[in-house]
Each structure stands twice: as C-alpha cells, then as structure tokens.
C-alpha cells in the first residue's frame, strides 16, 4: 500500500433506516475495518445499552461480508458485515468499502485542487472535457472557470 495514504481512508456516519434511530460510524483504516454503533431508544430495556465496536481485517472483512451472528455468553452480538453497511449506508458505499479493502483506491480523488489543475493542464481540451463527465470530482475545479464565458480562438 502507498505510504503517503493517510491512516484514516474512508469514514462516514449515519443513522439506521427507519424507524430505528440508532447512529452508525464506519471507518476504514489502513488495516482495518471498524463498524461502531450507539444504541437510541426510550425503551428501558435499551437505556443501559453501551456503544458497540467491531474491528475486522480487510482480508476477514471480505471474508465475513455476511450478515454473521455470534453468541457470547447470554449476550448475543451481531458480528457487522456488508449486509448491514449495505442497510445502513447503501450498496455503493459497500462496493466502495470493498474496494479499499482488496487495495484499490483511486489515486486520482485522493490529489489536491492544485495538484489536479497542474496535471490537467498538461491535457488536450477534449481529454479535460471527458475526464471532467466522468466524476464529481473532476468537475469540481472547472465549475467556477465554466461560469465565465470561454473565449476559443480558431486557428488560421
């Protein structure tokens, strides 16, 4: 893995679908996939719920992408997987968990504004124009130059 990556690759937050109103974070490090949840309810069975935390691998992450369920004790614990990312955050976002976890990350998203304009420039206009439908991202330093007329002039 590149070492110039940060720690910390992916992190997002997020409440449960409905009518749940528990809270969610998941994080993706450089080795490890962390699932944490907070438990919130008015029931009383729920009032003494502590945070949860669950940290995995990437390689046991992809191996445990199911829904697993693990009994310890009286306790019983939901072990997370891609069933649950995809419930609560969508499919997308597990693909993209997926990626990062088989080390596939996109260089390209991770360089500065600066750093972006400086490689484009080096592009023919129609390469900027197809790099810049193929993602937000890519859009993102051209929106303000759109916005201003465009002066073009043809050659002789």
Known sequence: MASWLPETLFEIVGQGPAPSKDYYQLLVTRSQVIFRWWKISLRSEYRSAKPGETKDSHGAFLE????????????????????????????RILDYVFNLCEGKFDFLERLSDNLLLSIISYLDLEDIARLSQTSRRFAKPFKQETQKPLKYHAGK
């Not at 992408?65 to 995809?86: D, N, P, T």
Request: glycine share 14%.
């Open 64 to 91: 445990n992408s199911h829904l697993q369920e693990m009994k310890e004790g009286r306790e019983e614990k939901r072990k997370f997987g891609g069933v649950q990312i995809a419930l609560i955050f969508g499919a």
